[in-house]
C-alpha cells in the first residue's frame, strides 16, 4: 500500500479542482468577452464549445493513450497544454484566438481527466477505495460552486482574461505536486490500435457536435449528415474493437451489469442535472437578480451538503451495497427537483437553498456508489480508458441534458409569456428583460419573471421523472456487488 496515497489523493483533487473550475469560471465572463473584444453570438457559441467539442471527443483516446505510456505523464502533459493555453486565451485580442486557444485548452482537459480516476483506483486498496472517491466526488462538486464564486470576484476587479488566468497557477501546482508525490502507473504495454483511435475521435466528435448544434438549427440537412456519420463512425468502432486483438476500449466491460446499470443511471442523472444547471443560474441571475458572485454562492448549500454526505455515503458502504446507495441518491435528487417544481415566483431563495441541500444529500449517498460500481468492474489494466469512458458518460449524459431541457425550457418560458411580446424578445428572459428596461415597463418584468418560474417548473418536473427512470433502471439491472474478478497487474514505476 503506498504511503503516499492520501497525499496522491490530495494533487488528483487539486487536478479535478482546476479542470472543474475552468469549465464553470468562463460563462461568468461572456458579457465581457463580448463587449471588449467586439464578439458576436456566434462567436461566443464558438468559445464554449469548441472546448466540449474537443474534450467529449478525446476523452477515451486519451484514456486508452494514459493506460499505455503512463497516466502521470499523461496527467502532467494535459495540464501543462490546459494552463499554457490558458495564459495564451488571457491576453487574446481577437474572438477566433480565444475559440482557438479554447480548444487547445479542451485538448488538455481530455488527456488530464481520466487519470485523475484511474491513478485513484491503481494507488488505493479496495478497503479504501470508497473513501477515496468519495473525497473525489466531492471535490468535483465543489468545482460546480468554486469556479462561479470565483469567476464573480475576478470580474469585479479584473478584466474578463482573469477567468483565464486563474488556471495557470493552479496548474503549475497541480503539476509541480504530481511530479513530486505521484508514482508512474501503466498497463503492461501492447500494440496500439490506430484504427480505433481514429474511429472513436470521428465519431464522438461528430455525435457531440450534433448535441450542442441542435439547439440553434434544428434537423437541418447538414446536421443529419453529421448524425450518419457519427453512427457510422461509432458503429465501425464498436465492431473493430469487438473484433482487434488488442482493443483501445475493452467491449467486454459492459457485459457487466453493474458497469452498465451504473452508467446508464450516470446518465440519467447528469441529464437531470443538466436541468438543474440551466434552471437555477438564471432564476438566480434573472428572478432574483443575483450578482455573479451572490449567485455562485447561492450554490454553496449543495457543495456542503454534498462535501458532508459523501463521508456518509462513504460510511454506509460498508454495511450497505452500492445499489442500495445508487437507487437512494437517485430517490433524493428526484424529490429535490419536486421542490424545485413547486416554487413560486414570490418565494425568493428559501425553497431553492433547500432544494440545493437535498439534491447535495442525494449526490453524497448515490454518487461513491456509482463511481465505485463503475471503476470496480474495469480491469487495472484499462483503468485509464475506463476512468475516460466515466467521463464521456457524464459529459454526454450533461450535453444532451442541456441541449434537450434547453430547448423544452425555451419553449415553456416562450408559451408562458403574454401574447402582446414581441417574438424577438421570447426567446429567453434576458432578452424579454432588456425590452422591458427599454419600455420602462415593469409589468413586462413581472410577467418575465413569472413565465420563467413556470418554465423551470417544467423543467424539474422532467428531472424528477429523469431521476425516477434512473432509480427503476437501476433497480432493474444493478446486482449490488462488486464483480471480485481476477485482475492483471499493473506496473507501478517510481
Request: net charge neutral.
Amino acid at each position: 500500500m503506498n504511503p503516499r496515497r492520501w497525499w496522491i489523493l490530495g494533487v488528483l483533487c487539486l487536478t479535478l479542482l482546476v479542470l472543474s473550475v475552468d469549465s464553470m469560471i468562463l460563462n461568468l465572463a461572456i458579457p465581457s468577452l463580448m463587449r471588449d473584444l467586439n464578439a458576436d453570438p456566434a462567436d461566443v457559441q464558438w468559445v464554449l464549445d469548441a472546448y466540449i467539442l474537443v474534450f467529449a471527443g478525446g476523452l477515451i483516446t486519451a484514456g486508452s493513450l494514459s493506460d499505455r505510456y503512463g497516466r502521470r505523464r499523461l496527467l502532467v502533459l494535459g495540464l501543462a497544454v490546459l494552463g499554457g493555453a490558458s495564459l495564451l486565451a488571457a491576453f487574446a485580442s481577437l474572438p477566433w484566438q480565444v475559440v482557438a486557444c479554447r480548444a487547445v485548452m479542451g485538448l488538455g482537459a481530455a488527456l488530464a481527466m481520466p487519470s485523475t480516476l484511474s491513478i485513484l483506483i491503481t494507488v488505493f486498496e479496495e478497503e479504501e477505495r470508497r473513501k477515496a472517491m468519495a473525497a473525489w466526488s466531492a471535490v468535483g462538486m465543489l468545482g460546480v460552486v468554486a469556479g462561479p464564486t470565483l469567476g464573480g470576484l475576478l470580474l469585479q476587479h479584473y478584466w474578463w482574461g482573469a477567468a483565464f488566468l486563474v488556471n495557470v497557477p493552479l496548474s503549475i501546482a497541480a503539476i509541480v505536486a504530481a511530479l513530486v508525490l505521484i508514482p508512474e502507473s501503466h498497463a503492461q504495454a501492447r500494440p496500439a490500435d490506430p484504427i480505433g483511435v481514429v474511429l472513436s475521435i470521428g465519431g464522438m466528435t461528430a455525435l457531440v457536435w450534433v448535441i450542442i448544434s441542435l439547439p440553434h438549427e434544428g434537423w437541418s440537412a447538414s446536421l443529419i449528415v453529421w448524425l450518419v456519420v457519427a453512427a457510422v463512425a461509432l458503429t465501425l468502432f464498436a465492431v473493430w474493437e469487438s473484433k482487434t486483438p488488442h482493443p483501445m476500449l475493452p467491449l467486454s466491460m459492459f457485459r457487466d451489469r453493474d458497469f452498465t446499470g451504473a452508467s446508464l443511471s450516470v446518465v440519467l442523472l447528469m441529464f437531470a442535472t443538466g436541468a438543474l444547471e440551466l434552471g437555477l443560474t438564471q432564476y438566480l441571475q434573472f428572478v432574483l437578480s443575483y450578482g455573479p458572485m451572490k449567485a455562485g454562492l447561492a450554490l454553496v448549500p449543495m457543495a456542503v451538503a454534498a462535501a458532508g454526505f459523501n463521508v456518509v455515503g462513504a460510511t454506509l458502504g460498508k454495511r450497505l451495497s452500492d445499489k442500495t446507495l445508487l437507487v437512494a441518491g437517485l430517490l433524493v435528487i428526484g424529490a429535490a427537483f419536486g421542490i424545485l417544481a413547486t416554487v413560486g415566483p414570490g418565494d425568493g431563495y428559501p425553497p431553492v437553498a433547500l432544494a440545493l441541500v437535498v439534491i447535495g444529500i442525494g449526490s453524497g449517498l448515490g454518487g461513491p456508489a456509482a463511481y465505485t460500481m463503475l471503476m470496480g468492474a474495469i480491469p487495472r489494466e484499462h483503468a485509464g480508458v475506463g476512468s475516460a469512458v466515466n467521463d464521456t458518460i457524464q459529459q454526454a449524459g450533461l450535453a444532451v441534458g442541456v441541449a434537450v431541457l434547453g430547448s423544452v425550457l425555451s419553449a415553456a418560458y416562450s408559451g408562458a409569456l403574454p401574447a402582446t411580446v414581441p417574438e424577438e424578445a421570447r426567446t429567453s428572459i434576458a432578452h424579454t428583460l432588456e425590452l422591458a428596461a427599454t419600455r420602462g415597463s415593469a409589468e413586462l418584468a413581472d410577467a418575465a419573471r413569472e413565465a420563467f418560474v413556470s418554465a423551470m417548473s417544467v423543467v424539474s418536473i422532467a428531472g424528477l421523472l429523469l431521476s425516477i427512470a434512473g432509480t427503476i433502471f437501476a433497480l432493474v439491472v444493478v446486482r449490488g456487488r462488486t464483480p471480485a474478478a481476477d485482475r492483471p497487474k499493473v506496473d507501478i514505476i517510481g
